[in-house]
């Protein structure tokens, strides 16, 4: 699956034209054979407003038809926060109610004290730095060697090398020191797009990762398996319970997975299930990297409890 | 810059001369052994009047059909179709690089080639596919030949609780069906789903004329093997041209050198050629027969004016094997095709090209 995990959510969503201007851009990454889209909403200062992202509807067809070309694509939302104040206090944890409502968190930090943090502490899923200017800190060994161990991504948006030429520069070169430091290793392509001009294939981003310094099957992992970690990462983190256990209640269970629940509870009415007692233990799968980075977590939110 | 990368290994190219008078040459088994062809065209390098050309004619016709997985593993199914016959099937998704991808080749297995989150609900043993990232897709084979796969039995019944409880999605299927005997396109009856029947059509009436056709003799015989190597590969290179009917190889092109340097393999002459093409889910068995029948028509050829003619055929991209069950895969191509250049006396050359993501060889 390819994924583009920053299409910016336009900000004033009502006004037709922005809306119209969002689904070409999402028609397109259809088009492009794109199935996953996160549409970002970007916040400096206090995290005071609700959610704004409201997923475009005509794409939420059934996953079960057959899938020829078919109009459809899963849509997550996803928050990034700037920051620029270390001592001010995001309240960048799952217990805060309108972080958790976002699928995807990112943090965009400004100083190389924020980006330590950044890597080191700060629950998120995704580090984006603005690659298409100079950046105002090297990016070093330490900090970005403990993001990887807790399974944090760093983001590079391809969409500033599209608009403008001395940006191209710029993200080029941040690219290739970030590509360096990190060994290729987590790192997520996005588009970061405005316009639906400046989206291109994945094939194409596979060759623009090639200049970034990755070979071509590193850059193909930038834009599928290395942004599934990231949902998988951002879904541990806000569903399960120390990324270990998460609850679902039963009726949400299609009736071809009931078996799901074992014999002796398939006679339950689905309709009449009692949510307080009856719900279903749902295990999630973790691969080895993933149980790591879940034990790191576990020990964060053990650590808040005390 | 990305010296501590390693660059992946690059696409293939097999080049191999044989005869189809040497017993044992591989030609049958070279076209038999490749299940799923997307794209077939002959070029001859002259015109070939209408009524010898329609003895290319070898209708054959296949099924789209939208089903589930369970459909397969049906006794009904595996004794009508799978064990009196060639029955082939893939699955149309978005690419095998992103989606599941399921066929049924030609010797009755059923190749389930899945992504991670897939693999993992569905309960069936596989292995980590070749290709790709490391163990983000899976594959798994079912053999429906298999004496053991019959209702009662521990294996079949796993199989069928899977098909019937985790993997319940229906797929988008190309099917064709060709009975032992009479080695035609037969039906398949898919009740209660509903079909849709697609003939493949020959289009014969493909001219090319004033091209520049090179002089395939000096490869036929190979005096000094690397300077073959080099000429056999300039050919490939027009048969590529030549078979998407490109204009470089118009004798009065005359393109600006900076947008193409191309000149045809040295000697050419200007002449006329023709083309069949055809489009679809080609059998591989209707394949072999229209091998036959083109070395046939060049050998009876009264006047031997005709000296060689060329056979393209282009796999499906997304499909999860190439040749003999060898697996496949889609890297930033998913090419698997070949071509054969037929002389009139029997002699072959062979050109297998094969993208990066390939076992075969």
Redesign the interface.
């Known amino acids: 699956?390819?994924y583009d995990l920053n299409l910016p959510y336009p900000t004033q969503p009502n006004i037709a034209q922005q809306q119209t201007e969002l689904r070409k851009r999402v028609d397109l990454l259809i088009k492009f054979?794109y199935?996953v889209v996160a549409y970002n909403h970007t916040i400096t200062g206090k995290l005071d407003k609700a959610n704004p992202i409201n997923k475009l509807e005509t794409y939420n067809d059934s996953p079960?038809?057959?899938?020829?070309k078919q109009q459809k694509i899963e849509q997550l939302s996803r928050i990034t926060v700037v920051i620029e104040d270390a001592s001010q206090n995001y309240g960048l944890s799952s217990t805060n109610n309108i972080i958790s409502s976002y699928d995807i968190v990112a943090v965009q930090p400004t100083n190389e004290k924020i980006f330590q943090n950044a890597c080191g502490t700060l629950e998120v899923d995704i580090i984006t730095l603005e690659m298409g200017s100079r950046l105002p800190f090297y990016i070093k060994h330490g900090p970005v060697g403990l993001a990887i161990e807790r399974g944090v991504y760093f983001e590079i948006c391809y969409a500033p090398a599209i608009r403008d030429s001395a940006s191209r520069r710029q993200l080029i070169s941040n690219a290739?020191s970030l590509?360096?430091v990190t060994?290729?290793k987590n790192i997520i392509i996005t588009s970061e797009a405005q316009k639906a001009m400046e989206l291109r294939g994945p094939?194409d981003i596979?060759n623009l990762g090639?200049i970034m310094?990755?070979?071509?099957?590193?850059a193909?992992?930038c834009i599928?398996?290395n942004c599934?970690a990231v949902v998988m990462h951002a879904k541990t983190r806000r569903n399960t319970h120390r990324a270990v256990v998460s609850f679902e209640p039963i009726s949400s269970l299609k009736p071809?997975?009931l078996?799901k629940v074992g014999d002796d509870k398939k006679n339950i009415n689905v309709g009449k299930t009692d949510f307080k007692g009856k719900s279903k233990v749902k295990r999630i799968?973790l691969?080895k990297d993933d149980e790591e980075e879940e034990e790191n977590e576990a020990e964060i939110s053990q650590d808040m409890e005390i | 810059m990305s010296i501590f990368l390693s660059e992946p290994v690059k696409s293939k190219l097999h080049i191999s001369h044989s005869s189809i008078t040497l017993t044992k040459s591989r030609h049958e088994q070279i076209i038999l052994d490749h299940p799923f062809n997307n794209n077939l065209n002959i070029f001859f390098p002259s015109i070939i009047s209408s009524e010898k050309i329609n003895l290319f004619n070898n209708d054959f016709f296949y099924y789209k059909v939208d089903l589930p997985l369970s459909w397969f593993i049906e006794r009904d199914f595996i004794r009508d179709y799978v064990k009196s016959g060639c029955v082939v099937a893939l699955s149309l998704t978005e690419g095998i690089d992103v989606a599941d991808i399921i066929a049924l080749d030609s010797l009755g297995t059923l190749i389930l080639n899945l992504t991670k989150d897939t693999y993992e609900e569905l309960g069936l043993d596989g292995k980590p596919a070749k290709f790709g990232p490391d163990k983000q897709r899976f594959v798994v084979q079912i053999d429906l030949k298999e004496k053991s796969l019959i209702p009662g039995k521990r294996g079949y019944e796993r199989i069928k609780w899977c098909f019937n409880n985790t993997l319940t999605k229906k797929f988008t299927f190309l099917i064709s069906f060709l009975k032992s005997g009479t080695k035609k396109s037969s039906e398949i009856d898919f009740s209660p789903f509903n079909a849709e029947k697609i003939w493949g059509n020959f289009d014969f009436n493909n001219i090319c004329d004033n091209i520049l056709i090179p002089d395939l003799n000096m490869i036929k015989d190979i005096t000094n093997e690397f300077q073959w190597k080099l000429d056999a590969v300039e050919i490939y290179d027009w048969i590529g041209l030549a078979s998407i009917q490109a204009r470089r190889i118009k004798s009065h092109d005359q393109v600006d050198p900076f947008i193409s340097v191309y000149k045809p393999p040295e000697p050419y002459s200007p002449g006329n050629g023709s083309f069949i093409k055809c489009t679809g889910f080609i059998p591989s068995l209707t394949i072999k027969e229209l091998f036959d029948s083109v070395s046939k028509f060049l050998q009876e050829d009264e006047n031997k004016n005709i000296p060689w003619a060329i056979i393209n055929v282009w796999g499906f991209k997304d499909s999860p094997i190439s040749w003999n069950k060898h697996e496949h895969g889609y890297f930033m191509n998913g090419e698997n095709n070949y071509s054969f250049i037929v002389y009139n006396d029997g002699t072959y050359i062979l050109y297998q090209a094969l993208g990066t993501y390939d076992t075969y060889s």
């Not at chain 1, 079960?64 to 020829?68: A, F, Q, T, V």
């Not at chain 1, 310094?213 to 590193?218: F, I």
């Open positions: 699956m390819f054979g199935q079960d038809s057959p899938s020829g290739q590509v360096r060994r290729g094939y596979v090639t310094g990755m070979n071509q099957a590193m193909k992992d599928s398996t599934r071809n997975e078996w799968r691969s």
